[in-house]
């Protein structure tokens, strides 16, 4: 089965974490007022979707990186969208060891979406700096998504975040392509 990219995330900007909380990767082009997300829209009910999240983090000190990917229902993210509370964890790397060194991370997830239940499903894995989480069921379920009307509207959003366990000005997260397939 061959796939072709039906949506492709904005350029994302860097995420600077000095801070111990998921960082929401926001939009190159204003990063302090939209997140960089991906809309799930059109005819995509009982299809196999895959989302990828691919990047690099640099840190400043000893400290794990979680690679997160994160969603919502509807058709419009949060009215605080760089809070991580307001959305739902799809799923989440290990926390792995990055100890004052640069290192990449994926997260896929291979999902599917079903209008008559109005949930998304699915699973995922992930890597950080050449370790990898098996392919395991998503943590978050979506529920009470539609594709009405007429398949015009975001049946849900995708985000990224990542997290450092040790605050250090010289933690970096990167996000460099970001992408919904079917």
Same mark, same amino acid.
């Given at each position: 089965m061959s796939t072709a990219a039906i949506q492709r995330a904005q350029a994302a900007a860097q995420v600077n974490a000095n801070a111990t909380t998921a960082q929401i990767f926001g939009l190159l082009t204003n990063p302090t007022v939209n997140v960089c997300t991906l809309p799930l829209v059109g005819n995509t009910s009982q299809k196999r979707l895959r989302v990828t999240a691919v990047g690099y983090v640099t840190t400043g000190t000893t400290t794990n990186v979680t690679a997160t990917l994160i969603g919502i229902a &509807?058709? /419009?993210q949060p009215g605080t969208p760089f809070t991580i509370g307001n959305w739902t964890t799809i799923a989440a790397s290990t926390a792995r060891a990055v100890n004052s060194a640069s290192a990449p991370w994926i997260i896929e997830a291979d999902l599917i979406y079903d209008n @008559? /239940? &109005?949930k998304l499903h699915g699973k995922f894995s #992930?890597? @950080?700096?050449n370790l990898v989480d098996n392919w395991a #069921?998503?943590?978050g379920v979506l529920t009470g998504l539609s594709d009405a009307p007429a398949n015009t509207m975001p049946v849900a959003l995708f985000g990224v975040a990542i997290t450092f366990s040790a605050a250090n000005g010289g933690n970096i997260g990167n996000l460099g392509d970001f992408s919904l397939d079917a």
């Open positions: &509807g058709q /419009s @008559v /239940s &109005g #992930a890597e @950080v700096n #069921a998503i943590t």
